[in-house]
């Protein structure tokens, strides 16, 4: 089982940074790909980033390339999003979650690869 508590939401204007982070229990942490969704209003849930259980590969939304950067510290259980030049659109409760040690990049960007999720951290841009 794997428990996963997300930090760092708040509010931001746009064109400002915000980093959130997601903490995880339990010890597979480190053999697991770990992913970012979010989920504006009055709309579905959506794929933002994810990064393989060694770090090595990473993967981002087109709307969020060049802007945003997924990293982890498997020695502290942690992945991060840094999410730089934030517009309003990406207003959202941001949520973490874990899955599978392998997969391909077609497969971390959907749901049904994750396993485990978190409760979420509101992110909410200002124009």
């Known amino acids: 089982q794997v428990h996963l508590a997300e930090s760092g939401g708040g509010l931001v204007q746009a064109g400002g940074s915000l980093s959130v982070s997601c903490t995880a229990s339990g010890r597979t942490f480190s053999s697991r790909t770990m992913g970012w969704f979010r989920q504006a209003p009055g709309k579905e849930r959506e794929f933002v980033s994810a990064i393989s259980w060694s770090g090595d590969s990473t993967d981002y939304a087109d709307s969020v390339k060049g802007r945003f950067t997924i990293s982890r510290d498997n020695t502290k259980n942690t992945v991060y999003l840094q999410m730089n030049s934030l517009k309003p659109e990406d207003t959202a409760v941001y949520y973490c979650?874990?899955?599978?040690?392998?997969?391909?990049?077609?497969?971390?960007?959907?749901?049904?690869?994750?396993?485990?999720w978190g409760q979420g951290t509101q992110v909410t841009v200002s124009s």
């Open positions: 979650a874990a899955g599978r040690r392998w997969g391909t990049m077609a497969t971390m960007k959907t749901e049904l690869f994750y396993d485990y």
